[in-house]
């Protein structure tokens, strides 16, 4: 998934010489988050966070580690656990159909690939 997430305060970038026309120097200002800034991993981890504890999945975050979500995301079914870790999701239950539950609900709020079972 892209981050084009909303900034939470004023970026502005330099601009390169040669992408000017007029040849003078100048300033962007950002509406969004962009890869590579130093506030993109803070707004990619704001925006997960949220879907994951939204209603619809009703993930709980851990207390002592935050990339840590657990919850039971259908009724009388087993919990689902998730670890994330930079921009990769491990997550496992005993149950396939929460787990399937799941990625259809992840799917519905962000683009993401499933790359099969983690070895």
């Known amino acids: 998934m892209r981050l084009y997430k909303l900034l939470f305060q004023n970026v502005n970038v330099l601009l390169f010489v040669p992408l000017l026309r007029s040849g003078h120097g100048g300033f962007w200002c950002l509406k969004k988050s962009l890869y590579g800034l130093r506030c993109a ?45 930079v921009e990769d999701f491990v997550y496992f239950s005993p149950s396939a159909n929460v787990e399937s539950y799941f990625e259809s609900a992840l799917k519905q709020h962000m683009n993401v690939d499933f790359l099969g079972d983690a070895e």
């Open 41 to 85: 991993p803070h707004h990619w981890y704001k925006l997960v966070s949220s879907i994951l504890t939204s209603p619809k999945l009703g993930l709980t975050q851990c207390k002592n580690d935050p990339c840590v979500f657990a919850g039971r995301l259908l009724p009388g079914q087993n919990s689902l656990y998730l670890v994330l870790y």
